[in-house]
């Protein structure tokens, strides 16, 4: 079953209805998500973090119980006097979302849960790049097969969010392309629907929107309301958090940060979307490559770690080339900090691995270049979650149903 | 009593309690705002509108009436049989709010109220620019204090709203620096309050996101839930709506998309922000002003509508002025279409009445530098509200915890 991704929040969804009913889901999901963020803790912290009275959290806990997405476990030791409340923690042994994430040189399919770890995962070394995405698509077909295959059989698969290189519409995971893969105009959503059946529902997502929200959730971008996350692997893109919402736009296509023009000098380079002077044409692993005098490569990501490792063995050639990329990244992150007034910008990707390299240049572009007071609210960091982030954020729009509603539960149904 | 400008939504404020008395609020809110941006409509269309039930909508109305908010007129005339129901409208003759404009050159304040539009105004041409903010503030509470004493004896002034032209911080409205009207580190928002007493709510907002928030709710922008809106006087700025927001930001600091960054190369214009190439100096009357080979004027609006007024008459040249300025924006522009895919740009200011002339050189740069399915769902357009936009949208925040919750009427206290 093909669903859009990133509905509507929980608030909207509570004041629709009136009835007693839309509250006691109201208040379920309150309770399922503070244990998804929040990790294991006591009735007693649930009790009073919700403001509900003590009764109610004990029914709301039972129910999630019951629903197959929570389990009380022994009583946290405590020092204090008084009955031990009981730990309750996320569960998946009933309930479990697949995470797929979708490379140009891999295949990854992982299993995870509400509490938002993966629990296991299966990756295959495999070249998608330039390979017809009907191959790709069967090979992923299989590989979902096989760790379906693999769940115990007391768990139930709910949905499956997908991370995709590529520009993804938001409301069917049709793909207009993905440059990296050589698809244009891929019914992704559709197809893998159609494999999967009608009782499992289907997410797609840009890779950088996800990881966005990934880091925004667990990674280091967790605790802010407002950022930007910003990621360079062979393409460079991204994604928007603000005011605690990834920001989709009015189709899905937002976080293009990757095309945004930086260079209009003559100097600029030639992007391989027809444009000249692009973010990632003057800061991708190409523009790398190019500024230290490397050929290109099939082995981009390879090459541009080899290039950092020179550079923190102290090649001052090299350093000088990533300080020069910091400094065209500076440029981007201006424009981007006068617009949107971000409290945080975690750079992933290559960026994270050579910050050190890169963080003067930035700093310098946004001194010259930002309003101060908007400058003097926003710290730059690398990102925390690295390879894992799609595959970390996959997970989260395929729970976000159970997050609004725990009683979609298939454990509840069945 | 100084608060902080754009408040949390009503659905938020909805789901906190879960008394029958926050139901009842939230519905009278509801009701409120139906009126408020739908103009006078039958009780009839709000029961279909609601959902809720006649009588329910009966006793909303009567409490709406009983707060001073709306008043029932004649039933509309309808061609159906039945009872004719009666028409709901917005009234000023109770409760108002003032908005108020703060210009290089002049001052204005108006009142409005529910309904959203502005009944009367006072504006006086007067010389901001370079004045000491003494003398500015205390000629506004003068006139304050004139339009409030003109009152009718029924009706009660709730709020301010006040359109600032300068960098705003959101919770307290302090104004970091107003360039045009030479203002440094102001407590704009707090002397007012100190001025005005407690029962009356002051807001301070920057002109420009005040314009985008106008435009969205009843100008060129109305009914589309993601868009930007950039004018262009003297400085150039902007706001964004996305998913039917104003974002401010982390501090209230969105929105300066005057200083992208849009010029590298060695022909960037000095910016008086201390930077080079930004979209102001390479696009706001200024830059208009070199290209058409004019000196610099006291008097830079008349200059602007006079360049633009010649380019209608038939100047070839002075049209290819503004389609290198229309070449510029399209630059800075498509950045934000990659970043943000809106679905409305709304241009203000000298963009506005130009509109025809940039249009071409706006549209080339999008086709060079956007990705096509961001690039096909964006149209661009004039602004609909130009002078009146910032009064509006200071009218809008100054009514918005009236729009949240009718019950803080100051007409249902007396």
Request: proline share 4%.
């Amino acid at each position: 079953m093909l669903a859009s991704a990133f509905m509507v929040g929980p608030a909207r969804e509570a004041t629709k209805g009136a009835t007693r009913d839309s509250l006691r889901r109201h208040n379920l999901a309150t309770v399922l998500r503070r244990v998804h963020r929040g990790g294991p803790q006591s009735r007693s912290a649930l009790t009073a973090a919700t403001g509900l009275n003590r009764s109610t959290i004990g029914a709301l806990v039972a129910e999630l119980v019951e629903c197959g997405l929570v389990e009380e476990g022994e009583p946290e030791a405590t020092g204090s006097a008084g009955r031990p409340s009981p730990l309750v923690r996320a569960s998946t042994d009933h309930v479990v979302a697949a995470a797929v994430d979708i490379g140009t040189k891999w295949l990854t399919v992982a299993i995870g849960g509400i509490g938002g770890t993966l629990v296991t995962r299966v990756h295959r070394e495999t070249n998608n790049d330039g390979r017809p995405y009907e191959e790709t698509i069967a090979e992923l077909c299989d590989l979902l097969d096989e760790v379906v295959g693999d769940l115990l059989p007391t768990q139930h698969l709910f949905a499956v969010g997908i991370a995709a290189p590529g520009v993804v519409r938001a409301h069917d995971g049709f793909v207009h392309f993905a440059p990296n893969l050589g698809w244009r105009e891929v019914n992704l959503g559709a197809d893998l629907a159609a494999h999967l059946g009608d009782d499992i529902v289907v997410f797609v997502a840009n890779e950088a929107h996800l990881g966005a929200r990934a880091e925004h959730l667990r990674g280091a971008g967790a605790g802010v309301e407002d950022l930007i996350y910003l990621s360079s692997e062979i393409g460079v893109g991204g994604g928007t958090i603000i005011a605690g919402r990834l920001q989709l736009g009015a189709d899905g296509y937002s976080g293009e940060i990757g095309h945004i023009p930086v260079n209009t000098g003559p100097d600029a380079t030639s992007c391989r979307c027809g444009s000249v002077g692009c973010l990632e044409a003057e800061t991708g692993a190409l523009a790398l490559l190019a500024l230290t005098g490397h050929q290109h490569t099939d082995h981009l990501s390879d090459a541009v770690r080899g290039i950092i490792a020179t550079a923190a063995a102290g090649d001052e050639d090299v350093q000088r080339s990533l300080h020069e990329i910091g400094v065209r990244l500076g440029r981007g992150l201006a424009g981007m900090v006068n617009l949107l007034n971000p409290r945080r910008i975690v750079l992933g990707g290559y960026f994270a691995d050579a910050f050190e390299f890169l963080a003067a240049g930035i700093d310098a572009e946004l001194a010259q270049h930002t309003l101060s007071p908007s400058r003097s609210g926003v710290t730059i960091v690398p990102a925390a979650l690295q390879e894992d982030s799609a595959l970390l954020g996959a997970l989260e729009i395929a729970l976000e149903p159970l997050l609004l509603d725990p009683a979609r539960s298939p454990a509840a149904a069945a």
